[in-house]
């Protein structure tokens, strides 16, 4: 009989539900919803029709405007297009962001990027819990300041960022705020309509949606300098034929995201994990329970 393989690895990427698959195979074919969304004719407005019902899907996963969200090829392009579009399109008002060490590269890689390209970045460095305090951002603040970017649950540690706080310290200095929220579907509750922030980086695979398909949150009157030219396909902000069965299988893992009962099943089962790692001679936690959500836990 062939060993079971337990797959650890879901913060890097997670199967694909079987009912988001069934859907995303009814845009495949010839005889589905495969037609360019943007074309005029009929079989493009039932493929435009399956796109926006997403759309809504997932903005009400997340408490936005159905309007206020933009379909990308996943995160890396989203935090790509929130930040570098972001400062591009305001460098009349300053040149400096802020940010993290414990960023995603998507996000460090990109401040890089802006570093070559003239733009200030300050780097903030966690305490012993894994959060950047309210103070720090405070202090770091300056007068050139566009940009506040900052993760909201960790991709390595778990660490829940208080992003509420942030966004109204940012919200009162006349600051941007830009959140990779990758890995918060399903695990916490995402609150747009609650939080005071102005762009969002969101991804369908870490979530049972497939992979190569990402949205934008972007507040309404948010200034975004496009990356990618070529249609308006998304309002302005990206150009690129829409890919329909990605969209809508990312929607349907957005609406099948439980955060009220998968996130308290998978506290269980890391506890159970760490009852059994705990018998292991000078093992420990390094994050307290209160700033680390499962299942990204040590």
């Known amino acids: 009989m062939t060993e079971r393989q337990i797959y650890l690895d879901y913060a890097a990427t997670t199967p694909v539900d079987p009912n988001v698959a069934a859907v995303m195979r009814e845009c495949l074919e010839s005889d589905g919803v495969f037609a360019n969304p943007s074309s005029s004719h009929a079989l493009g407005k039932r493929a435009r029709t399956r796109v926006e019902e997403a759309r809504a899907m997932i903005a009400a996963r997340v408490g936005a405007a159905t309007e206020t969200i933009s379909f990308t090829s996943g995160a890396t392009e989203s935090d790509n297009l929130a930040i570098q579009g972001a400062m591009l399109a305001n460098r009349h008002k300053g040149q400096h962001l802020i940010t993290s060490i414990t960023e995603h590269k998507a996000v460090l890689d990109t401040a890089i990027a802006l570093e070559k390209q003239g733009f200030d970045v300050t780097y903030l460095t966690c305490g012993d819990d894994g959060r950047i ?10 007068d050139d300041t566009t940009l506040v970017s900052l993760m909201h649950v960790n991709n390595e540690t778990g660490v829940l960022q208080d992003i509420g706080a942030i966004g109204e310290l940012c919200r009162s200095r006349g600051v941007l705020v830009h959140v990779d929220a990758a890995q918060s579907i399903g695990k916490v509750p995402v609150p747009l309509d609650e939080w005071e922030v102005d762009v969002v980086a969101l991804t369908a695979h870490k979530v049972y949606g497939p992979k190569g398909i990402g949205a934008l949150y972007a507040r309404p009157g948010t ?25 809508v299988g990312m929607g349907l893992a957005y609406e099948l995201a439980d955060t009220a009962t998968e996130g308290p099943q998978l506290a269980v089962l890391r506890d159970r994990l760490w009852s059994g790692l705990s018998a292991i001679d000078l093992s420990l936690i390094h994050i307290s329970e209160p700033t680390r959500r499962p299942p990204i836990s040590y």
Request: no cysteine; charged share 15%; proline share 3%.
């Open 223 to 247: 200034k975004l300098m496009p990356l990618l030219h070529g249609g308006a396909q998304v309002g302005g902000d990206r150009a690129g034929t829409l890919a329909t069965h990605q969209i």
């Open 133 to 142: 305090s309210l103070d720090q951002v405070a202090d770091a603040i300056r």
